[in-house]
């Protein structure tokens, strides 16, 4: 949910009509203790099963907001994780409840509840800090990619992980190749030949002479 927080977090994740703004600041929530206080009418058997009967039952509202698919990329739950200290694999999905309530849910069980705000403030602080890994380069690179091929109709071949780079394809027919060092999107309709560069996906592509098959 987080290629993307701002996918700071700051792509914007929906589940049932509520959006989610990647990661962007976090304060946790302030845990307010249920006290309990003797019923003179209850026995504490009859409280425990209470009490039992309740948790099922907010258990069972939880997981109906929760989203189906996880929508978190190895990053989200790396900024996740250094925000809540907690190891990144540990965090299995979030989601938010009301507009306001943040919901971090592990994989062992168990969940946590943040101020939105809060988790979105600190999302943002940690992210703007946290140096990308290669593997979240690509999967944010390939994301972009995927967007953009869709726009022009194209797809793209076997990707080579360690240059970023690979072939374009429309209708079967090769129309060039597109890659991403570290300064910026390249792409030529030739194996060789001079580089035509660009600051995204996109604009890279339509240098290549293809035309839009749907609105960006």
Do not use: M
């Given at each position: 949910m987080f290629a993307h927080i701002t996918k700071a977090i700051a792509p914007v994740y929906q589940t049932s009509a509520i959006a989610f703004s990647p990661i962007t600041e976090i304060n946790i929530m302030t845990y307010e203790t249920l006290t309990q206080q003797a019923i003179p009418s209850f026995s504490l058997d009859e409280q425990a099963t209470a009490q039992a009967e309740l948790y099922t039952h907010l258990e069972s509202q939880a997981e109906a907001v929760a989203p189906t698919q996880d929508p978190l990329t190895s990053r989200d739950r790396r900024i996740i994780g250094e925000i809540i200290e907690v190891q990144p694999e540990s965090v299995r999905t979030i989601w938010i409840e009301g507009g306001i309530t943040v919901w971090v849910q592990f994989v062992q069980?168990?969940?946590?509840?943040?101020?939105?705000?809060?988790?979105?403030?600190?999302?943002?602080?940690?992210?703007?800090?946290?140096?990308?890994?290669?593997?979240?380069?690509?999967?944010?690179?390939?994301?972009?990619?995927?967007?953009?091929?869709?726009?022009?109709?194209?797809?793209?071949?076997?990707?080579?992980?360690?240059?970023?780079?690979?072939?374009?394809?429309?209708?079967?027919?090769?129309?060039?190749?597109?890659?991403?060092?570290?300064?910026?999107?390249?792409?030529r309709p030739r194996q060789y030949g001079v580089n035509r560069v660009a600051g995204s996906a996109k604009d890279v592509i339509a240098l290549l002479g293809v035309r839009a098959t749907v609105a960006a």
């Open positions: 069980g168990g969940r946590l509840p943040f101020d939105r705000d809060w988790f979105a403030k600190r999302v943002a602080e940690v992210k703007a800090t946290l140096p990308e890994t290669p593997l979240e380069r690509n999967e944010r690179l390939s994301d972009e990619l995927e967007k953009a091929c869709a726009i022009f109709g194209l797809y793209y071949g076997e990707i080579d992980w360690l240059s970023f780079s690979t072939k374009l394809y429309q209708d079967g027919h090769f129309v060039g190749f597109v890659g991403c060092n570290q300064q910026s999107w390249y792409a």
